[in-house]
Nanobody
């Protein structure tokens, strides 16, 4: 069974940093576009960041995280990262890793999802 497993969430003070990791199990996601999404309490799930599968691929960010978050991937380790700096209380959410063979970062377009990791930013 294919799974995406996120880790690295936790409680951090505003202005702090966290690094999330996503490790697929059951298959290799080298040829997949990988994205991070988040869902805050009582809000819809939203796109955060995405990266293409090929070396040197472009990275995409939601306006709310540009300049603070960085997505990267290490295909040799089959791992995707989300480096989060300058965290704000409004970044509090469950963060999900997702993979897609197709292009774009729509939620219905993602083929596989992790179960999420909780990030809580205190003021």
């Amino acid at each position: 069974q294919v799974q995406l497993v996120e880790s690295g969430g936790g409680l951090v003070q505003a202005g702090g940093s966290l690094r999330l990791s996503c490790v697929p199990s059951g298959r290799t996601f080298t040829m997949y576009n990988m994205g991070w999404f988040r869902q805050a309490p009582s809000k819809e799930r939203e796109f955060v960041a995405g990266i293409g599968w090929w070396s040197g691929s472009s990275r995409y960010y939601a306006d709310s995280v540009k300049g603070r978050f960085t997505i990267s991937r290490d295909n040799a380790k089959n791992t995707v990262y989300l480096e989060m700096n300058g965290l704000k209380p409004e970044d509090t959410a469950v963060y999900y890793c997702a993979a897609a063979r197709g292009s774009g970062w729509s939620i219905p377009g993602m083929d596989y999802w992790g179960k999420g990791t909780l990030v809580t930013v205190s003021s």
